[in-house]
């Protein structure tokens, strides 16, 4: 069977991600122990035992994240189940770079806590904002918020059909969202997050990150992969570092991402890490495909089930 690992991005964190398979797993500790000895910090304590208010700063929440992810991906792997292709949610792509042994999980971390460190000083105190859209087609998004008087806003995921998220200044995204209203979203939801992502507020942390990269160590990809902001195969270091630099600025095409697997020949989709964001995004976006999660025991053991 071929499989898909489709790996969470932010917003899917929480406190307690990635416990269970800790304590149940000596192989997740040691994984455990490598993130908190590069970060400095516990990132067992913080991802099992919070704050949340701390969890969810940018900087902590991205390489803990990944940190819950890849431990669910090796339990994974050791079960014999392993991907024909790896794809990420926005952060998720450091993780499916990981899986696809393009980074070291050790330089993933680093990344990721930079990563997170240059977003939040890109649009500081309040800058920016992210709203949800809902019911409302691609190019009726692309017409509002080229239509915008009061700033920048512009599309930032276009994540399945009917939710696109927008991102950019906080006058010209609550501009968007009264206009999404107008034109008959059913729903406009602004998001609860510090970093206006994937937009032209994010230029600067784009430029930080890619003299980052040029001082990291990339392999080509032992799995293919595809990207989010081309929602193309890439099996390249170049590629990929460039691709990298560009999501942190441009809209990530998850919807077109998850169609360029199908149209491989791959219906099936595993969840590796936690929640399930991204298994009810492919349900909308391929209603025929079969969706599985796997963040901890229960998980793990349902989905083997069903596998096997």
């Excluded at 910090?41 to 994240?65: H, I, M, R, W």
């Excluded at 969202?177 to 609860?192: D, H, I």
Aim: aromatic content about 6%; overall charge negative.
């Amino acid at each position: 069977m071929k499989l898909a690992f489709v790996f969470p991005g932010q917003g899917s964190q929480y406190v307690g991600m990635g416990n269970d398979l800790y304590n149940n797993l000596d192989g997740v500790k040691e994984l455990y122990k490598e993130a908190s000895e590069t970060l400095g910090y516990d990132v067992a304590d913080l991802s099992f035992n919070g704050p949340q208010e701390e969890l969810n700063k940018t900087l902590k929440t991205q390489p803990c994240l990944l940190t819950a992810s890849i431990a669910a991906f090796r339990v994974l792997v050791s079960e014999e189940i392993k991907p024909s292709v790896v794809a990420g949610h926005s952060l998720g792509e450091y993780s499916a770079l990981v899986a696809a042994e393009v980074l070291s999980f050790r330089d993933a971390v680093k990344i990721t806590e930079k990563r997170g460190q240059f977003m939040q000083e890109a649009a500081p105190g309040g800058k920016g904002l992210m709203a949800a859209i809902l019911g409302l087609e691609r190019n009726k998004v692309d017409e509002i918020c080229l239509s915008l008087q009061s700033g920048h806003a512009s599309p930032a995921n276009y994540n399945c059909p009917g939710q696109i998220v927008i991102s950019g200044e906080k006058g010209a995204v609550k501009e968007a969202m009264k206009l999404a209203k107008e034109a008959g979203a059913k729903r406009v939801v602004p998001l609860a997050v510090s970093v206006p992502s994937h937009c032209a507020l994010m230029a600067d942390a784009s430029n930080r990150l890619a003299k980052l990269l040029d001082e990291i160590d990339f392999k080509n990809p032992l799995i293919p992969i595809v990207n989010n902001a081309d929602a193309m195969f890439l099996n390249d270091t170049d590629s990929i570092k460039k691709s990298l630099i560009r999501q942190l600025n441009n809209p990530l095409l998850w919807e077109d991402s998850i169609k360029v697997i199908v149209d491989s020949g791959i219906d099936t989709f595993i969840e590796v890490g936690p929640g399930k964001v991204l298994s009810g995004l492919i349900r909308r976006i391929e209603p025929s495909a079969k969706v599985f999660n796997v963040e901890d025991i229960k998980s793990l053991n349902k989905t083997l089930t069903e596998l096997k």
